[in-house]
């Protein structure tokens, strides 16, 4: 019987694919599914985001309760798209012919567990503990669903550590790039809020 930690360890390790060319066919194929998948994790928190600091923009501060569950089977149909395309990706990765039973059931157990619990803390009126659970299993979802859609389009996803001076260089350049980049959305967002209340708006802290 395969053990737990060489299950789990195949949820990342797989071998290097033979071509990652990409055909026209293909590569529209992976267009659709960036969108759609940028859709599904990004759609509802602007959304979200929007409702929330509408008032901002002379739009009312409290939306009528049919809005918020629009919003709350909106949340539940993402949940259940997540849970169906990760759980079919999955399966699709997992036949026996490629891996050991014991892989096999875990990983294909962990994505319906992940989906099933994702929908059931982003139902309709749930409880305190479902709304936990699904804060924490959608997240986890989508970006598991990422991964799958990485390897189901040959995407590598191995990481080594920089063995030349060169290797390291770049790898110093790039961490110095994203430090800079993030310390210039911090203060470009500092002055536009110090900016916004100089105009008199009310801006909540």
């Known amino acids: 019987m395969i053990s737990l930690r060489a299950a789990l360890y195949g949820l990342v390790d797989r071998p290097e694919p033979e071509s990652t060319e990409l055909t026209d066919a293909s590569s529209r194929t992976v267009t659709r599914h960036v969108i759609a998948l940028l859709i599904l994790s990004c759609g509802l928190p602007l959304i979200s985001e929007a409702l929330v600091s509408g008032s901002l923009y002379g739009l009312p501060s409290t939306w009528p309760t049919r809005v918020g569950y629009m919003f709350f089977w909106a949340q539940f149909a993402v949940a259940a798209v997540v849970f169906g395309w990760l759980s079919w990706l999955v399966i699709a990765r997992t036949p026996l012919s490629r891996v050991a039973p014991g892989q096999r059931l875990v990983q294909r157990g962990a994505a319906v567990f992940a989906g099933a619990a994702a929908m059931f803390g982003t139902a309709p009126f749930p409880s305190a503990f479902a709304r936990l659970v699904g804060q924490t299993a959608l997240p986890c979802g989508l970006a598991w669903l990422a991964l799958e859609l990485c390897r189901a389009h040959g995407v590598s996803l191995r990481i080594t550590l920089p ?15 994203v430090f800079l980049a993030c310390l210039a959305g911090g203060v470009a967002s500092f002055l536009l809020l110090h900016l916004i209340r100089w105009t008199g708006i009310d801006v909540p802290s």
């Open 163 to 177: 063995r030349t001076p060169v290797e390291r260089l770049r790898d110093w350049e790039i961490t110095w790039l």
